[in-house]
């Protein structure tokens, strides 16, 4: 068995030899229905609710597994390959992770930090993130010249590269993420207060992003898209502006320029990618939930006495699997299940 497979029987507490099974008449190109109505001696009865769980997984699964190959591939092509990065790819759990990883090898448009590199300035940023002691408008006086016109100049230069590194940074995206996640408030305001809508009780509203419940993230969807609503992810950013500062500056005498540098990632880069990937998980999870819910009820609607006040006797036909027969009683509850063969070569009833 593979590591996808071991995962998944893991992730879903399926016996992994069932999990190999329904991988394989999957990709046959059977269908869901088909393998659980005709395939049940093979798959061990899993129902056709286990069967999907399944094959979601390994599409996921799989669709990670090609992501991080790509990625690495590109990485290589860049000559920018090591053992260390490729195993970081590797263990990433989350396609989240791999992107994290790739974004500072991404190809990028023209920004402020490839501007400064442009003018030479990449060594001073790399001096200012080292453990080296030294006054930092002295040292950036050296960079002075032709296309940078005094040490302020090279500083601020040197200040976009490190805002860039840090926002790709994939240890500080994460760790930013996870504040959010815990900490984010989402602010909801009317576009137009005065336009009636069916959204009207979002207007002024705000809940903390740990708590809305799944409703209420796709009513909110729903009237941003119709463009009632205007949407932010709100958090204190102090708290991480001292923890990234705190890992970057490594000298005092420098900690200002990275405290100002950390800032601008945090206004400039980081926000709004962060805003953008948790209003995506937020979203992911509320579709989640409503499928569940709809399924819940869609259950209890099937479920529902087939016929007024009478007991019911359902049977599904079958010659090698035997005819499956249910009993309901008048409330719908069920009584009892069974399986008959009527046909040779069992011929038991």
């Given at each position: 068995?593979?590591?996808?497979?071991?995962?998944?029987?893991?992730e879903t507490?399926?016996?992994?030899?069932q999990?190999?099974i329904?991988?394989?008449?999957?990709?046959?190109?059977?269908?869901?229905?088909?393998?659980?109505?005709?395939?049940?001696?093979?798959?061990?009865?899993?129902?056709?609710?286990?069967?999907?769980?399944?094959?979601?997984?390994?599409?996921?699964?799989?669709?990670?597994?090609?992501?991080?190959?790509?990625?690495?591939?590109?990485?290589?092509?860049?000559?920018?390959?090591?053992?260390?990065?490729?195993?970081?790819?590797?263990q990433?759990?989350?396609?989240?992770?791999?992107?994290?990883?790739?974004?500072?090898?991404?190809?990028?448009?023209?920004?402020?930090?490839?501007?400064?590199?442009?003018?030479?300035?990449?060594?001073?940023?790399?001096?200012m993130?080292?453990?080296q002691?030294?006054?930092?408008l002295?040292m950036?006086?050296?960079?002075?010249g032709?296309?940078?016109?005094d040490?302020e100049?090279?500083?601020?230069?040197?200040?976009?590269?490190?805002?860039?590194?840090?926002?790709?940074?994939?240890?500080?995206?994460?760790?930013?993420?996870?504040?959010?996640?815990?900490?984010?408030?989402?602010?909801?305001?009317?576009?137009?207060?005065?336009a009636?809508?069916?959204?009207?009780?979002y207007y002024?509203?705000?809940?903390?992003?740990?708590?809305?419940?799944?409703?209420?993230?796709?009513?909110?969807?729903?009237?941003?898209?119709?463009?009632?609503?205007?949407?932010t992810?709100?958090?204190?950013?102090?708290?991480?502006?001292?923890?990234l500062?705190g890992?970057?500056?490594?000298?005092?005498?420098?900690?200002?320029?990275?405290?100002?540098?950390v800032e601008?990632?945090?206004?400039?880069?980081?926000?709004?990618?962060?805003?953008?990937?948790?209003?995506?998980?937020?979203?992911?999870?509320?579709?989640?939930?409503?499928?569940?819910?709809?399924?819940?009820n869609?259950?209890?609607?099937?479920?529902?006495?087939?016929?007024?006040?009478?007991?019911?006797?359902?049977?599904?036909?079958?010659f090698?699997?035997?005819?499956?027969?249910?009993?309901?009683?008048?409330?719908?509850?069920?009584?009892?299940?069974?399986?008959?063969?009527?046909?040779?070569?069992?011929?038991?009833?």
């Amino acid at each position: 068995m593979d590591n996808i497979l071991a995962q998944i029987a893991l992730e879903t507490q399926i016996p992994g030899r069932q999990v190999e099974i329904v991988a394989k008449l999957l990709d046959e190109s059977n269908t869901v229905p088909f393998i659980a109505r005709y395939r049940k001696e093979m798959t061990g009865g899993l129902d056709e609710v286990a069967i999907r769980l399944i094959e979601g997984r390994l599409k996921w699964h799989r669709a990670l597994k090609q992501r991080k190959e790509e990625v690495i591939r590109l990485i290589a092509e860049q000559g920018k390959l090591s053992p260390e990065l490729e195993g970081r790819i590797m263990q990433a759990a989350r396609p989240v992770e791999v992107e994290d990883i790739y974004l500072p090898f991404r190809p990028k448009r023209r920004t402020r930090a490839a501007a400064a590199r442009e003018k030479g300035l990449e060594p001073l940023a790399q001096w200012m993130l080292s453990p080296q002691s030294g006054d930092p408008l002295t040292m950036a006086a050296r960079f002075t010249g032709e296309t940078v016109a005094d040490a302020e100049e090279a500083l601020q230069g040197a200040m976009d590269i490190i805002a860039e590194t840090v926002a790709e940074d994939a240890r500080s995206r994460s760790w930013l993420r996870d504040y959010a996640r815990k900490q984010g408030v989402l602010m909801v305001k009317a576009r137009d207060a005065g336009a009636e809508s069916a959204y009207t009780m979002y207007y002024q509203y705000q809940e903390s992003v740990s708590r809305i419940p799944a409703h209420r993230i796709l009513a909110i969807n729903r009237g941003e898209r119709e463009d009632y609503l205007k949407v932010t992810l709100v958090y204190d950013t102090d708290n991480p502006r001292d923890h990234l500062t705190g890992q970057y500056a490594k000298t005092p005498e420098k900690a200002g320029y990275i405290g100002r540098a950390v800032e601008d990632s945090l206004s400039r880069l980081l926000k709004p990618a962060i805003e953008r990937d948790l209003r995506t998980e937020l979203t992911q999870r509320a579709n989640q939930q409503a499928m569940q819910i709809f399924a819940r009820n869609l259950k209890s609607l099937l479920l529902q006495p087939p016929v007024r006040e009478k007991t019911v006797l359902g049977i599904d036909p079958a010659f090698r699997t035997g005819c499956k027969w249910a009993v309901v009683d008048s409330t719908g509850k069920k009584l009892q299940v069974g399986v008959v063969y009527p046909t040779p070569p069992q011929q038991r009833i």
